[in-house]
């Protein structure tokens, strides 16, 4: 038996998943059973059905694709122009407009999160502002701090989107946020994309977010250096603020080497995780609850969306074809399904009469990129060759992101 749809809540937390990262997700639910166990959480899985996961787990509620409202040839579109960083991420709005639905107030939590202590100051700070978010940083990162610079923030944006916070004032934010997902929610830094939140630094003007300087939400990897935290009796508290720890962020963790905190900067912060022994302690302990889901589960699939239905796994520069093509389709028109038993043929013939896309997709990247790596030789070639302005033009288009 699964537990019944949820209703008239105050707050829904909500997180999105393949099937591969479950028990992270699972580890995520259990946090918030500890912590405030009067609220749900909500899974989207994009590449399954697990509503089988709600039984003997009270609060919890697994979501399909079906929840965002798209046709299922929509959804596969989707999956086939984007990997699973950027699926995963790309159907936000579309998830939240539909809790939205059912409750006043959402939180969106990544999977590989941990609620420390309740999230207090949410319903308030939505009543107020309507999108809350949480910047990677609060204060400017001091040159003697190795493992990161205020450069990130040039690359994947000022806002971590492994949090934010909705209420129903914020659907016109949502709709036009998706306006630019459904097509360019792409890992793509030499055109300033870097999925959902690159987007949100444009939007978080527009519609007037709440940058949330409370220092116990979003604790990573990349926030540290201003971010310890030490046991104050029962609570743990940050060094600098006195705020209490709300949220660790465990972005790049394996919980089979929990002392090594993360595996996505470019240094190694096992010493950060010895320095500090209540985040050696809370690491630990996360790393359990990951192993024990991890143990619950089984073996962990394969991304349902990697391969076509023939087993042939998905390149970059296929999806990115495959998105060029969708975009420059007339209405009406569709392209195969490479998931699709009866379209795979086909699809497999054009992947073939595509091979030039894909060339031309790698020498846009490759003109954008000689620009700032060849300055020098940039302009020479720039100068003495006849009509290479407008040669570098059709290769800037061909990767199809509106400048």
């Known amino acids: 038996m699964t537990n019944s749809p949820i209703t008239s809540k105050q707050m829904i937390y909500c997180t999105v998943v393949a099937q591969n990262y479950l028990p992270q997700a699972l580890a995520l639910y259990e946090s918030i059973q500890r912590i405030e166990p009067h609220k749900d959480l909500v899974i989207l899985v994009v590449d399954g059905d697990r509503r089988d996961l709600e039984a003997g787990r009270p609060g919890l509620r697994v979501a399909t694709t079906e929840i965002l409202g798209l046709s299922r040839r929509d959804v596969l579109e989707l999956a086939a122009i984007y990997d699973v960083v950027e699926f995963s991420t790309s159907v936000k709005p579309l998830f939240f407009k539909a809790l939205l639905q059912e409750s006043e107030r959402v939180a969106y939590l990544d999977p590989d999160m941990m609620v420390v202590s309740p999230l207090s100051e949410l319903p308030a700070l939505l009543d107020e502002h309507g999108i809350v978010l949480t910047p990677h940083f609060l204060e400017p990162i001091p040159s003697s701090v190795e493992h990161i610079t205020e450069g990130h923030d040039l690359t994947v944006g000022i806002f971590n989107l492994g949090f934010c916070a909705v209420d129903r004032t914020a659907l016109p934010f949502l709709d036009w946020w998706w306006g630019h997902l459904r097509r360019e929610c792409l890992i793509y830094p ?20 709440h940058a949330l300087r409370h220092s116990g939400y979003n604790v990573g990897p990349w926030n540290l250096h201003e971010r310890r935290f030490r046991n104050v009796g029962s609570a743990l508290v940050m060094d600098s603020t006195g705020d209490e720890l709300r949220l660790m962020h465990f972005s790049g963790f394996n919980p089979a080497d929990p002392e090594a905190i993360s595996v996505r900067l470019s240094v190694d912060l096992r010493g950060v995780g010895e320095a500090s022994p209540a985040l050696g302690e809370l690491s630990r302990h996360y790393a359990r609850d990951v192993l024990a889901a991890q143990a619950a589960l089984g073996s962990a699939p394969k991304y349902g969306f990697a391969e076509d239905a023939h087993g042939e796994r998905l390149t970059k520069r296929t999806r990115r074809a495959y998105r060029k093509q969708l975009l420059e389709m007339r209405e009406g028109l569709r392209m195969p399904s490479p998931f699709i038993e009866a379209e795979v043929g086909a699809f497999g013939k054009w992947k073939r009469r595509a091979l030039f896309a894909r060339v031309g997709i790698t020498l846009s990247d490759g003109a954008i990129a000689a620009k700032y790596a060849l300055p020098d030789e940039f302009n020479v070639v720039k100068k003495k060759m006849p009509g290479f302005s407008a040669i570098r033009g059709r290769l800037l288009t061909a990767g199809r992101v509106r400048r």
């Open 190 to 209: 030499l055109l300033g994309v870097f999925v959902d939140q690159k987007w949100v630094d444009v939007g978080a003007t527009y519609y007037s977010a």
